[in-house]
């Protein structure tokens, strides 16, 4: 081959991938583009004032396809399948109690993102900035707007198989005082102290005494429900098989995800509710599987998260196992009812 043939084709192959490169980049801002445009028959979003204060409002984060994907938004809670107004402010995890609010964002860098949790107050303004360690999974505010918790994956991205490791902290909002993990208090199992390096704990929900809470510990492949004390710094096992709890707001009751016997390996959850009291199980007419840690619209009520055509929708089920599930919201998830 001649030096000329050479340089010939070396610029034949030099436009090929130029273009292939070009026709690349088109297809990607085509793609973007079509994200930021309201997909047809979705859910009808504009800008607007959102705060966490003033009752009868449910603020969640919206998952429609358009400018506003991924912010908090407002509709009202009677009326949730109603247009929305967005705040500008995104999370991919957010909760919210008496004013203050958590919100797990996702901090874009060069070359791969962090993550960081934002105290929120009634005006979604920031108030302090904490790391996150790994990508955010659960968030709760203690009914007094107190204290603030959040889960997040360190190793692994899903609660469905065995091979994960979770981070959950919890802050004082007041003084600023954080624990970066679960991991430092001190665990009772069987009345005695336990210890295990393979203990994980996740999906925090607090009781109003600003110093109960509840969530659940993994180690040796099992589950339980813990009780957690703030202030002695200890937590203590109560119940085998329990995720991702939610405590009722009259404190009797905790809703959560089990795992049954039969189902597929990556959607092995049904929804239970526990009796404080008396430790009896009651399932719920469900039957799919969710993978959320859910809400109590009221005493009465759970409000729970299932995949949906914008990434997912929101159920709603009565909590004393009558009724059906029904869907209340599209293209939403990580609601809070603003009382």
Known sequence: MTVRTRILVLLSALVVLAGVATASVLHASARAERRDQPQAGGPRVTSGRVTLTGAGRMVFRTMAWGPHRDELAS?????????????????????????????????????????RAVILDASLRARA????PGIPSRARVSP??????????VGGDSYAGTNFSTRTAV????????????????????GRTYRAADTN?????????????????????TTYLIRGDLRARTVTTLHPNVECPSLSPDGTRVAFKKRVTGLPKDAPWHLYVLDLRTMRESPLPEPRSVD???????????????????????????????????????????????H
């Open 75 to 115: 509709v009202p809670a009677a009326d949730p399948s109603g247009p929305r107004t967005a705040s500008g402010v995104k999370c991919l995890r957010f909760y919210a109690a008496s004013g203050t609010g958590v919100c797990l964002q996702a901090v874009h860098g060069p070359v791969s993102d962090t993550y």
């Open 171 to 190: 802050v004082d909002i007041r003084t600023g005082e954080l624990t970066p993990s679960l991991e430092a208090y001190r665990i009772v199992k069987d």
């Open 144 to 153: 007094s707007g107190h204290y603030a918790a959040w889960t997040a994956f």
């Open 201 to 221: 704990f996740w999906g925090v929900t607090f009781a109003p005494d600003d110093r109960t809470f509840y969530a659940t510990l993994g180690t040796h492949g």
């Open 129 to 132: 900035h904490y790391d996150v």
């Open 292 to 338: 959320d840690q859910a809400v109590w619209r009221d005493d009465g009520t759970l409000v729970y998260a299932l995949p949906g055509d914008y990434g997912a929708d929101l159920y709603e089920l009565p909590a004393d196992g009558t009724g059906k599930p029904r869907r209340i919201s599209t293209a939403a998830v990580s609601p809070a009812y603003v």
